[in-house]
């Protein structure tokens, strides 16, 4: 993702990001600031049809906490395959037969 940020004619006091990829140029006075954000997060796996054995592994193995509902193999979960979600959430899979 890019995104412009005019800068006024003044030094420019911009807040510490929680992690910041380059900056270019170092030190800017006055003119357009280009931001390139990267993408954080982890990409949540498909746990359908899994078994809840096979569910936990892949949550640990991912960085998530897996919040286990009935047992047999993965029906649902919350939030979807293929949503990022910062390193240790909640992945609630429900399971049945």
Sequence with gaps: ???????????????TPSQT???????VTSGTVVL???????VVPSFSGKSVRSSIELAQS?????????SGVAQEQSPPAGARVVNGARIKVRFGR
């Design 21 to 27: 990829v380059s900056t270019s140029p170092s030190a």
């Design 62 to 70: 991912s960085g998530l906490d897996l919040e286990v509902v009935g």
């Design 1 to 15: 993702m890019r995104a412009r940020v005019p800068v006024p004619d003044q030094q420019a006091s911009i807040p």
């Design 36 to 42: 390139d954000v990267e993408q954080g997060g982890i």
